[in-house]
C-alpha cells in the first residue's frame, strides 16, 4: 500500500485515496471481522459500515506512522470491539486456553461440511475475549507475528504463544483435511 | 504450507461494501446530527430542573428554600457541566491505537467515570437536597411542630438516601470490576 502523497493533492482527496486503497485491499476483511462479530446478517452489515466510516473520519489524522494496513486493522477492531462490548455485556468469554479445553465436535456429519465448518468456526471466535478474539481473527487473515503485535499491541513473542495454541486448538476442533 | 482453516476463512461468501466518499460524509453527518440530538435531550432535561427551582429561588417567600433553590441549580449545573466532560473525552477516542491500549483506554475511561460519580454527579446535589429538607422541615415546624415536621420529611430523607447510597455503591462495584480486566489486561501486555 502506498504512503506517497502525490504532489498537490488536497486533504479530502488524500482522505479519499487511502479509504478507497483501504477498501479495495483490506475491505474482504472487514467485512469479514463484521461477520464474524455480529452474526445477524444485517447488524453485521451495519457494523461494516460503522468500521468504514470510522475509518473514513480517522485517516483526516493518518500520518504514515504505520502502514495503512496497520492503521485500518486497528480501526476496524476497535469499532468492532466496541461493538461486542455493547452487544454481549452478559456473554461469558473465555481465552484461547479455555476454548482449546473445549471438547472438539463428536458428531462427523455435523462437523463435515465447510458451512457447518465455518459456524462452529464463528461461534467458536465469538466466545472469546477481544484481544483473542482479534489475535485468531488477524492470524486467519493470514498475517504474521510482528503484523499482529503491532495491530494488538502485543509483544511478538506473546502473539506467538497465542498463535501457537491458536493452531493446536484448530487442528483439534477441525479436521478439515480430510473433506473431499 | 496452506493452512486449510485460513483458506476455509478465506473463502466465505462475502460480499464487501465500498461505500463512497459522498455517502461516508452523509453517514458522518447523520451521525453527528443524532450525537446533537441526543446532547441536545440531556441539556433539555437537565434545563427543566434548572427552569423549576430557578422560578423558586425567586418566587418562594422562604428564604431557607429560596437558598435551596440555588443550591439544588448550581448542582445540576455541575452535574452537566459533568456529563458534557465525559461525552467530550469519549467523543476524543483514538481509534487507531493498538487494540489493546485502546481496549485499556475504554475501561480505565468507564472506571474513573463510575468510581467518581460520587465526586460529579451525586455530592454537588447534596447541599441543595438538604437544604430543601431543611426548609421543608422549618415550614411544617412552624405550623405542627418538631414531630411532625420530622414525619413530614423522614420518608423523602429515607429514600433519597437509599437512592443516593444505592448509586454509589453500584457504581463503586462496577468500577472495581473493571480494575479487575484492566488488571487482568495489563498482564497480557
Known amino acids: 500500500m502506498s504512503?506517497?502523497?502525490p504532489p498537490n493533492e488536497t486533504p479530502c482527496a488524500r482522505r479519499e485515496r487511502l479509504h478507497a486503497e483501504a477498501a479495495q485491499t483490506l475491505g474482504p476483511a472487514l467485512a469479514r471481522l463484521a461477520r464474524a462479530v455480529e452474526r445477524d446478517p444485517d447488524r453485521a452489515r451495519d457494523l461494516e459500515q460503522d468500521i468504514h466510516l470510522a475509518l473514513w473520519r480517522s485517516l483526516e489524522t493518518f500520518t504514515g506512522d504505520c502502514a495503512l494496513a496497520t492503521w485500518t486493522y486497528r480501526v476496524a477492531h476497535n469499532v468492532a470491539a466496541s461493538h461486542a462490548v455493547r452487544g454481549a455485556r452478559a456473554a461469558s468469554l473465555v481465552g484461547l486456553d479455555a476454548v482449546s479445553e473445549m471438547p472438539a465436535s463428536?458428531?462427523?456429519e455435523r462437523a463435515a461440511g465447510a458451512a457447518q465448518a465455518l459456524d462452529r468456526l464463528h461461534a467458536l471466535i465469538a466466545r472469546l475475549t477481544p484481544a483473542d478474539r482479534s489475535v485468531i481473527l488477524l492470524y486467519l487473515e493470514g498475517l504474521d507475528?510482528?503484523?499482529?503485535?503491532?495491530?494488538?499491541g502485543l509483544t511478538v513473542n506473546h502473539v506467538g504463544v497465542k498463535v501457537h495454541r491458536i493452531k493446536a486448538m484448530l487442528a483439534r476442533q477441525f479436521t478439515l483435511g480430510d473433506q473431499p | 504450507m496452506t493452512d486449510p482453516v485460513r483458506d476455509l476463512?478465506?473463502?466465505q461468501p462475502i460480499t464487501p461494501l465500498r461505500p463512497s466518499p459522498e455517502e461516508l460524509d452523509r453517514r458522518a453527518h447523520r451521525l453527528d446530527r443524532r450525537v446533537r440530538l441526543r446532547?441536545?435531550?440531556e441539556y433539555g432535561a437537565g434545563a427543566i430542573p434548572i427552569l423549576v427551582f430557578g422560578a423558586m429561588a425567586i418566587a418562594h417567600v422562604e428564604p431557607l428554600m429560596r437558598l435551596a433553590s440555588v443550591a439544588i441549580v448550581l448542582g445540576v449545573i455541575v452535574v452537566m457541566v459533568g456529563l458534557h466532560r465525559r461525552a467530550g473525552a469519549s467523543r476524543a477516542e483514538d481509534w487507531a491505537a493498538p487494540?489493546?491500549?485502546h481496549h485499556r483506554a475504554q475501561l480505565v475511561r468507564q472506571r474513573d467515570a463510575l468510581a467518581s460519580v460520587w465526586r460529579w454527579y451525586l455530592a454537588p446535589l447534596v447541599p441543595g437536597l438538604a437544604l430543601l429538607f431543611a426548609g421543608v422541615w422549618r415550614m411544617v415546624y412552624e405550623n405542627a411542630g418538631a414531630a411532625a415536621a420530622t414525619a413530614r420529611i423522614a420518608p423523602p430523607v429515607l429514600i433519597a438516601l437509599v437512592f443516593f447510597v444505592g448509586i454509589h455503591w453500584l457504581n463503586r462495584l462496577g468500577a472495581r470490576r473493571l480494575s479487575r480486566e484492566i488488571a487482568a489486561l495489563d498482564r497480557q501486555s
Open chain 1, 3 to 5: 504512503r506517497d502523497n
Open chain 1, 106 to 108: 463428536d458428531d462427523p
Open chain 1, 145 to 152: 507475528a510482528r503484523q499482529i503485535g503491532e495491530i494488538t
Open chain 2, 9 to 11: 476463512w478465506a473463502s
Open chain 2, 39 to 41: 446532547n441536545a435531550l
Open chain 2, 99 to 101: 487494540i489493546l491500549d
